[in-house]
């Protein structure tokens, strides 16, 4: 029983503390685009392999 003087404010403090975090972050904006980094990672190459033809090798795959 004395364990739980202790155990509830703890987490009582850690719950607030981590609503505060969250309701800070989404005033700030943190959670307004979800799907715009993740995709700008994937499609960050600027070639474009659909539009070079099929058969013909790139520029950077032809020896020198």
Do not use: C, H, K
């Not at 309701?23 to 799907?35: F, I, K, Q």
């Not at 190459?45 to 020198?64: C, H, Q, S, Y």
């Amino acid at each position: 029983m004395t364990s739980l003087w202790l155990t509830l404010p703890l987490t009582l403090l850690l719950a607030l503390t981590l609503l505060v975090l969250v309701v800070r972050a989404s005033r700030r904006g943190e959670y307004d685009d979800w799907e715009g980094p993740a995709e700008r990672m994937i499609f960050d190459d600027d070639t474009n392999p659909e539009l070079e033809g099929a058969g013909e090798p790139r520029e950077t795959d032809r020896p020198e």
